[in-house]
């Protein structure tokens, strides 16, 4: 299949996402992978041009990840974090955005710790007539659409190196295990994994799995067991207390009990099953320390590598430039 050009302005969601774009961003990704590997690491692509990180809730990787990422393409770029900000004075989240578009920003990447936040920002961005782009990294429980991206690459980039691809993808079993309710990782996931061809196969407490997600196209289960027999991937969930409200579980032991992982229970998975985590991860409660540390199943190191490479493909793609 040909690629189509890019004509998306913002990345909101992963839900409209087609097969050709999924096919051109992981042909980009893995262009910029080979970027990344060279000792110099850095492109002119998005030289003269300034990228915001509005952080409005705590972030590792996907902060330093796209923070590396533009600057691997020589952009300037600024890092928002709301607790040092004049938000704490009552500055509303519109009359920050606007402070850096009259400073000049390009593209813009947000989190919030509420759904609809980054939606709402493209769309005062576009009353007053800007071109600056929007991506969502991270809201609420909505979304997070590059994570579901760079959990895909990793995929596909493990199927076939030379040529990641999505087509790679086409009826592997993937168990996506934890707290599903909570999980923007899980949703944006189930948008990619499914327009990928994969079997998206879902495992929580019935507390954090409610059963409107079998009519996005996923199969349910309350135990582990069914979820990960022959699954060719298994993804784990942390436990978003963040987010929980009281007595949605009798306590974490009792569900690592019933729903961690470990490697005795890899084994109900086929042979060459790997593991991913978007991080962070709480060892001993969603799996095994012991798990997570080996290197022949864990792919969340792979995960955090790909999410620069593929940060990178999507800045690429909404300002546009070369590769080289
Ligand atoms: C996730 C997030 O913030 O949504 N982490 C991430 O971005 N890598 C998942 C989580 O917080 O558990």
Request: hydrophobic content about 40%; glycine content about 6%; some cysteine.
């Amino acid at each position: 299949m040909t690629p189509i050009p890019w004509t998306r302005r913002h990345v909101l969601t992963l839900r409209d996402f087609t097969r050709p774009e999924y096919t051109l961003l992981l042909q980009t990704a893995s262009s910029f992978q080979q970027v990344l590997a060279r000792r110099n690491r850095k492109v002119p692509t998005l030289q003269g041009r300034i990228v915001v990180n509005l952080f409005f809730e705590s972030s590792t990787r996907t902060r330093t990840s796209f923070e590396l990422a533009a600057k691997a393409l020589s952009a300037d770029v600024v890092n928002f974090t709301a607790s040092t900000s004049s938000v704490t004075k009552g500055e509303t989240i519109f009359d920050t955005t606007r402070t850096f578009l009259a400073m000049g920003m390009d593209i813009v990447t947000v989190r919030h710790r509420d759904s609809g936040v980054p939606q709402a920002i493209a769309h005062d961005l576009e009353q007053l007539g800007s071109t600056v782009c929007v991506i969502n990294a991270g809201d609420g429980q909505h979304e997070h659409p590059t994570q579901g991206l760079l959990d895909l690459f990793t995929l596909c980039h493990l199927l076939d190196p030379t040529d990641p691809r999505p087509e790679l993808l086409a009826g592997k079993k993937i168990a996506i295990v934890g707290d599903i309710l909570h999980s923007r990782v899980a949703r944006s996931n189930l948008w990619s994994l499914q327009a990928c061809g994969a079997e998206v196969h879902l495992a929580g407490p019935p507390t954090l799995l409610p059963k409107e997600f079998s009519s996005l196209g996923a199969t349910l289960h309350y135990s582990l067991e069914p979820a990960l027999e022959n699954a060719d991937f298994v993804m784990t969930l942390r436990l978003q207390k963040e987010r929980m409200g009281d007595y949605l579980l009798p306590s974490l032991r009792e569900y690592h009990h019933f729903y961690g992982l470990t490697h005795e229970r890899l084994k109900w998975c086929r042979p060459d099953v790997r593991l991913l985590h978007p991080g962070p991860v709480n060892r001993g409660v969603e799996l095994s320390s012991e798990l997570l540390d080996d290197p022949r199943l864990s792919l969340v190191s792979q995960q955090v590598t790909s999410g620069v490479a593929v940060r990178m493909a999507l800045l690429y793609l909404l300002g546009g430039g070369k590769v080289a």
